[in-house]
């Protein structure tokens, strides 16, 4: 037995050290990057400009969130706009009507997110494909219905944050928005971190196992059932910390405005452009899809004239269909694809 | 509740399904046929109301004689969608699945734009036909005339595809192509122009169903959206890919949300709808009438 093993203990533990030290490398990379981000406000003074920067880095860290169920458990949600609002109604409420700082608020938001995740996994994973993918749909919009006729969060009507001085602890900036670009790019760098950590971990391995092929990974003892719903809970988590954020940011919610549908599809739409189930995926892709969507919006948009949603679907089809693997394997070189293909 | 009211109630559920049943049956002929669902499928719907809309304005004919015009307009619009988008989507050798979800997303997004781009957001409806507004009076039950004959159209298409289906070559294939896709091949079978052909008639019969709710309902480019998501629903309830799964699960949708009108407030109407279809699936993930 020994014997046998014995010439493969020095191979193994090469590669085992050169996995961690590639492991060590992404790590630098990432510090230098979201360092390198946090520069970019001192240069930035427009204030449309800035907005579009806090969206797109907001719409990242969210992207990153449902690419940790989506990209790498290969569980199709487009329900995350329920996450979403929970976060954003739970950050808003517990302040406007209880004076709890937006930090906490966003904590519990988070919490809560994940515990609905956990109750709701529990049916939905029975589903596949398809099926789950609607039942997501219909559930989030049944929480955007009782939200609407639910009088305790505002109804209809929606909440407005109170007026207060720029503070840290309020998370309110109403004069100078550099602090926000601060907070997302925080916000960002802790997700990335997070699907950092869990790439290399034994649920990462479980999650790609499941995405595969969720029966071939059953029967090698992965533990389906719970990788799903560990993934679910913690994409869930970040999604309601994001929403927490946004409502922040636009001080002024209401179902629509954080709940619709089309905030589940704008999760999920920079991880497919970018590359699902990578590191770096979502934010390409929402620093592509973002300010092209909010800078077409602007110039094309106006009048309601339709153009800039048509550019937009038509970017949606060709990006879909030009590229299904994501815009980041085309800088990937063969060998290392063929790796990653391999783990 | 008297029973009368109830009657009503039933009545009105019943002909809303058959009409919700037309809209569902194209989403599910092309499931079953080739395992895509068309999350554009709202998107025919809406366009198939302005073109009613705007045959109507341009014709001065009446919505029912302009009906088979809309349907045939709505066949060429699903066959394009196959062979200039779908067809691609079923290459994509990576995550196909997601290809063909952000697609046909994509797709729906693009024929949002157009209608607003074409016919501005504003609410629209058709002027004056036969049937607007008039209603049959059956002994103290009220029916509106536009439901009633959207519900007998709606019958006859189910009809028509049941003799399509068993009575010609077309149907034939079109069976056999979703038993098996490589064996039909083999037998002189072109899968293309099967399932280019499939994709109009799924688009032809919400067509009919478009033309069928122009003449009742406000016409607006986000008007698809709000049916698609009560079809998907009908679809998986019924079976995705069986055809009578969703004439049944149609009514079933039907008189569900009209008796839950009488018992929640209207604007939660579609949650009785919603709650009955997850708890169906969660027992029966394939729906009623569907394999896996």
Not at chain 1, 45 to 72: E, F, H, K, P
Not at chain 1, 284 to 307: F, H
Not at chain 2, 80 to 89: E, H, K, M, T
Request: aromatic share 12%; charged share 10%; hydrophobic share 55%.
């Amino acid at each position: 037995m020994t014997a046998a093993t014995t010439p493969l203990a020095p191979a193994l533990a090469r590669a085992e050290a050169s996995h961690a030290a590639r492991r060590r490398r992404k790590l630098i990379v990432a510090a230098l990057v979201f360092a390198g981000l946090a520069a970019l406000p001192y240069g930035l003074r427009d204030v449309y400009l800035q907005n579009v920067l806090i969206l797109t880095l907001m719409y990242a860290a969210l992207a990153q969130s449902w690419n940790i169920l989506g990209g790498y458990c290969g569980q199709v949600s487009l329900g995350h706009a329920l996450y979403f609002g929970a976060g954003a109604y739970a950050t808003t409420v517990l302040f406007v009507t209880y004076g709890v700082l937006p930090w906490f608020g966003m904590l519990a938001g988070g919490l809560l997110s994940a515990a609905v995740a956990l109750l709701l996994g529990y049916p939905c994973f029975r589903l596949a494909g398809h099926y789950f993918s609607i039942a997501t749909i219909v559930i989030a919009e049944i929480g955007l219905l009782l939200v609407h006729n639910w009088d305790f969060v505002g109804g209809a009507m929606g909440i407005q944050w109170p007026f207060n001085p720029d503070s840290w602890w309020t998370l309110q900036f109403a004069r100078d928005k550099v602090p926000y670009i601060h907070f997302a790019i925080a916000f960002l760098a802790l997700v990335w971190f997070v699907t950092w950590l869990i790439e290399g971990s034994r649920w990462g391995y479980w999650w790609r196992a499941v995405k595969d092929d969720a029966q071939a990974a059953e029967s090698l003892g992965v533990e389906v059932f719970r990788s799903k719903m560990a993934a679910a809970a913690v994409s869930a988590f970040f999604t309601a910390i994001g929403g927490g954020f946004y409502a922040a940011y636009v001080s002024y919610i209401d179902p629509e405005s954080v709940m619709s549908f089309r905030f589940s599809l704008l999760f999920a739409l920079p991880a497919v452009l970018g590359g699902i189930g990578t590191l770096w995926g979502p934010l390409v892709g929402a620093a592509i899809l973002i300010p092209l969507t909010e800078i077409s919006r602007s110039y094309l948009g106006g009048g309601g004239k339709g153009l800039d949603l048509m550019l937009y679907g038509i970017l949606v089809m060709v990006v879909a269909l030009a590229r299904p693997e994501g815009v980041l394997s085309l800088f990937r070189p063969r060998k290392a694809r063929a790796e990653e293909a391999t783990p | 509740m008297t029973a009368q009211a109830l009657v009503q109630v039933l009545a009105s559920g019943l002909l809303m399904g058959l009409i919700y049943a037309l809209i569902a049956v194209g989403l599910s002929l092309i499931f079953g046929l080739m395992d895509v669902v068309n999350f554009a499928h709202g998107e025919f719907l809406m366009l198939a109301m302005y073109a009613t809309f705007g045959l109507v304005l341009v014709t001065r004919l009446d919505p029912v004689v302009l009906m088979p015009l809309v349907a045939a307009l709505l066949f060429v619009l699903g066959a394009a969608a196959y062979l200039g988008v779908v067809r691609f989507a079923m290459r994509a050798k990576a995550n196909q699945g997601m290809v063909q979800i952000f697609a046909t997303f994509g797709l729906a997004i693009l024929l949002q734009g157009a209608a607003q781009y074409l016919f501005t957001p504003d609410y629209r409806n058709v002027p004056n036909s036969w049937l607007g507004g008039r209603t049959l009076d059956l002994g103290g039950i009220f029916l509106p005339w536009p439901q009633i004959f959207g519900a007998l159209v709606s019958l006859a298409a189910f009809g028509g595809l049941h003799l399509l289906m068993s009575r010609t070559d077309f149907g034939r294939a079109l069976k056999a192509t979703r038993e098996d896709q490589g064996a039909v091949a083999l037998v002189g079978i072109d899968r293309n122009r099967v399932f280019a052909l499939g994709w109009g008639l799924g688009a032809a019969l919400v067509g009919l169903a478009g033309a069928v709710l122009a003449i009742f309902y406000y016409i607006h480019p986000q008007v698809g959206a709000s049916f698609a998501l009560i079809a998907y629903v009908t679809v998986a309830l019924g079976g995705f890919g069986s055809v009578a799964g969703a004439l049944v699960a149609g009514i079933i949708v039907g008189l569900v949300e009209a008796l839950t009108a009488v018992i929640l407030p209207p604007a939660l109407k579609s949650v009785g709808v919603y709650a009955l279809y997850l708890a169906v699936v969660f027992v029966r993930p394939q729906g009623l009438f569907g394999r896996l």
